[in-house]
């Protein structure tokens, strides 16, 4: 089945405590990124990237890290998270940003940092 | 950069009318327009979108059209039914370039029975 699958999908944690929210896709997509969901704000773009080692700033990038060693895997890192980073996160891959626009989401990670 | 304004934040339309939905953007180089809905709980798919070069795209009880002149597209739902409460987010990006998708701020829509 064609997914993108993010892990973990509930995460409590507390203010400075380093985590990795995972995303993995198996459509063989080239392009991935990262968005956080906020009430009253949308869809904010963190980081996208457009292909392996590839990675470039979205709207709202402070606080956060991206990796891209392989293509089928985007891990969003937050090195030291604090509380205004406590949101609805979102994976999302396409095909490529030439021929095609679809975003194809994760199921979302909710976050919570205390 | 790109912005994009939606309206309204949320609508509340009788079931079997027609729902509508507003959005502008501001890069007049943006030429890719999708439409997604997010249902309570679940992740944003997308239902429609629409390229530069038409004005008008339908798909059954949905379509979309856009105005490049005003930098503004619309969503139509007609004969809404209770599956269509969602929240609808518009957005607009460069299609055909290493580019940001700006995504507009959400649509509550809810269908009274």
């Known amino acids: 089945e064609a997914q993108v699958t993010q892990n973990p999908r509930y995460l409590i944690t507390v203010t400075g405590k380093k985590l990795t929210v995972t995303c993995s896709q198996n459509m063989n997509h080239e392009y991935m990124s990262w968005y956080r969901q906020d009430p009253g704000l949308g869809l904010r773009q963190i980081y996208y990237s457009m292909n392996v080692e590839v990675t470039d700033k979205g709207d709202v990038p402070e606080g956060y890290k991206v990796s891209r060693k392989e293509k089928r895997n985007f891990p969003l890192i937050l090195e030291s998270p604090s509380p205004n980073q406590t949101s609805l996160y979102f994976c999302a891959s396409s095909l490529d940003r030439i021929n095609t626009g679809e975003l194809f989401f994760g199921e979302g990670s909710r976050l919570t940092v205390l | 950069g790109e912005n994009v304004e939606q309206h309204p934040s949320t609508l509340s339309v009788q079931e079997g009318d027609s729902a509508v939905i507003k959005c502008t953007y501001s890069?007049?180089?943006?030429?890719?327009f999708p439409w997604y809905k997010q249902e309570l709980g679940k992740r944003p798919q997308l239902i429609i979108d629409i390229r530069s070069n038409v004005g008008e795209k339908k798909d059954q009880r949905i379509a979309v059209t856009l105005n490049k002149t005003a930098k503004h597209f619309s969503l139509h739902i007609t004969e809404t039914q209770p599956e269509d409460s969602a929240v609808y987010f518009c957005a607009a990006s460069l299609y055909s370039s290493a580019s940001k998708i700006i995504f507009g701020s959400g649509t509550r829509l809810s269908i009274r029975p």
């Open positions: 890069d007049s180089a943006s030429n890719y």
